[in-house]
Nanobody, 124 residues
C-alpha cells in the first residue's frame, strides 16, 4: 500500500515557477515508477511527466517539454515536478501517481495509487 501526498501548488504569474512535491509512504517507493497528471477545469485528466523507478528515465507531454522537469529522491520517498515558464494553460489540479513497474506510462488506468491533488493557478 502506498499513500501519496502532493504539495507545493499555489498562485503564480505567467512566466513564473513552482515546484511540486509528492511524498510517498511505505518502504517500497523505489519499486514504483511515478507520474504527474493534471486536470484543468472542464477537461479530462492528462499525462504530464513520468519517471522510472531508478530515476534514470523520464518522459514528458509535448506541452510541457523543455519547461517542466520531473525528478525523484528515493531516499526521501519523494518525487518532484519543477515547473518553469508557466503559462495560463498550465492551470490545473496536479496529481501524482504510482505504478509498480520500472517505467511509467501515459495510461492512467495502469496506476495503482493516486494523491489527492494540488491546485496550480497561473494568472495571465
Amino acid at each position: 500500500q502506498v499513500q501519496l501526498v502532493e504539495s507545493g501548488g499555489g498562485l503564480v504569474q505567467a512566466g513564473g515557477s513552482l515546484r511540486l512535491s509528492c511524498a510517498a509512504s511505505g518502504r517500497t517507493f523505489s519499486s514504483y515508477a511515478m507520474c504527474w497528471f493534471r486536470q484543468a477545469p472542464g477537461k479530462e485528466r492528462e499525462f504530464v511527466a513520468a519517471i522510472s523507478w531508478s530515476g534514470g528515465s523520464t518522459s514528458y507531454a509535448d506541452s510541457v517539454k523543455g519547461r517542466f522537469t520531473i525528478s525523484r529522491v528515493n531516499a526521501k520517498n519523494t518525487v518532484y515536478l519543477q515547473m518553469n515558464s508557466l503559462k495560463h494553460k498550465d492551470t490545473a489540479v496536479y496529481y501524482c501517481a504510482a505504478v509498480p513497474s520500472e517505467s511509467g506510462t501515459v495510461f492512467q488506468s495502469r496506476y495503482d495509487y493516486w494523491g489527492q491533488g494540488t491546485q496550480v493557478t497561473v494568472s495571465s
